[in-house]
């Protein structure tokens, strides 16, 4: 029903704009031909079509625009909603006014055109993601898009994903290109740049909500990320490197990434941080599953025993120590667990299955909690 008034609207201000001007428009003619006569007398015929003509047209433009100014202005009984636009990088002012009416945000494309031209604002829209109200005015649109009025997109990255998920992450979100997001994580220049000793970028992009916009470049995004993680790591947890320890940094992040990708709870991260911190003295392999994950291609399964025969520095059952680098992006909550250890001796943990552990100072007391777990699973 609303569709349909809409046009029947539409028409009825269209065909009553252009009768009421050819009605209208040999008097306005007229009278400004006897006026402009009348002031200055038998003129030539320069100054006569200057000073007369033109201001006739000029009037002429002002009625045709009053008479349509439905067609410039929001409908009167159209309801306020928000539309979102994406306006692509590269195109046209045509396409873009196209679908502003395809939107019912205007209400004729070529008075938009038209205006923009007037304007000068045609060649200067800026791309972005932009939420419009129908009940803007068209001036209102226009002004919008040539101001860059983009919206911002919260960008939402959760803790414990990889570059790679990442990239995907703000592809889909921010229109981006993830493989150039993956190439730049691994450019020297831009690591340099950042002033960090790694080789590239994978635990460094801290897991937050971000404010992007629409096709936000890639680097720019990559450097707030790092930005965030050394306000997180640097300010609020105020870790300081000693210079004892070489690659104490790396080492740090690539512990709080095992962490994160092994805890689930709050209270647990500083467990499961122990249990690591007290293989490491005890020179103990780490044997941490997430570590084979990291470099299998994406399980629809649980790891199997012949997974954890991968010949890869990152496999943690086969190599003793930490692995050669992150595994994830930590949060802020495995970068203190990683800091500060829950001072307990257990060496062992097994997962309940409900985001939950059972740790053991002991190989039997972890062969036992195994047990007692297959023993209630098949009960």
């Known amino acids: ?93 045509g396409q873009i006014a196209s679908r502003l009416e395809e939107n019912g945000l205007i209400n004729s494309p070529f008075l938009f055109k038209l205006s923009a031209k007037l304007l000068g604002k045609d060649r200067r829209i800026f791309a972005g993601k932009y939420d419009f109200k129908s009940s803007q005015s068209m001036f209102s649109i226009l002004r919008q898009l040539s101001r860059g009025g983009a ?41 340099r740049s950042l002033v960090l000793p790694v080789k590239d970028l994978e635990g460094f992009l801290y897991p937050e909500t971000y404010n992007f916009y629409w096709k936000t470049p890639e680097e720019e995004t990559i450097r707030e990320m790092v930005a965030q993680f050394k306000r997180v790591l640097f300010d609020e947890l105020g870790y300081r490197p000693v210079g004892v320890v070489k690659n104490e940094l790396i080492n740090l992040v690539t512990l709080a990434s095992l962490i994160e990708r092994e805890a689930y709870k709050n209270e647990e991260f500083p467990l499961v941080s122990a249990v690591f911190h007290n293989r490491l ?64 001796n257990y060496l062992y943990f097994v997962h309940r299955g409900d985001g939950t552990h059972i740790f053991s100072n002991t190989l039997e007391e972890h062969n036992r909690a195994i047990w007692m777990l297959k023993k209630d699973k098949n009960s």
């Not at 200055?40 to 002002?62: D, E, H, M, N, Y």
């Not at 928000?82 to 990088?89: E, H, K, P, R, S």
């Not at 997109?153 to 414990?160: A, D, Q």
Request: with cysteine; aromatic share 12%.
């Open 151 to 191: 919206t911002a997109i919260n960008v939402t990255i959760p803790p414990g994903l990889t570059i790679r998920q990442i990239a995907g992450y703000c592809s889909r979100q921010l229109g981006t290109d993830s493989l150039r997001f993956i190439e730049l994580t691994k450019n020297p220049e831009i690591i």
């Open 281 to 344: 003295k005890r020179d103990m392999p780490l044997q941490c599953d997430p570590t084979i994950l990291y470099v299998l291609p994406p399980l629809n399964r649980p790891i199997m025993p012949e997974d954890l025969k991968i010949d890869s520095p990152y496999n943690t059952y086969k190599h003793y120590g930490l692995p050669p680098g992150p595994i994830c992006n930590p949060s802020k909550r495995a970068l203190a667990a990683a800091l500060k250890p829950a001072q307990v």
């Open 1 to 93: 029903m609303r569709a349909k008034l809409k046009q029947i609207w539409r028409w009825t201000t269209l065909l009553g704009s252009g009768l009421v001007l050819l009605l209208l428009a040999p008097f306005v003619i007229l009278f400004k031909l006897l006026y402009g006569l009348k002031k200055r007398g038998l003129t030539t015929g320069s100054s006569f079509t200057a000073k007369g003509i033109a201001p006739a047209i000029f009037f002429l433009v002002l009625l045709f625009i009053g008479l349509n100014y439905f067609r410039f202005f929001p409908l009167w009984y159209s309801h306020s909603k928000t539309v979102t636009l994406v306006v692509g990088q590269g195109e046209s002012f």
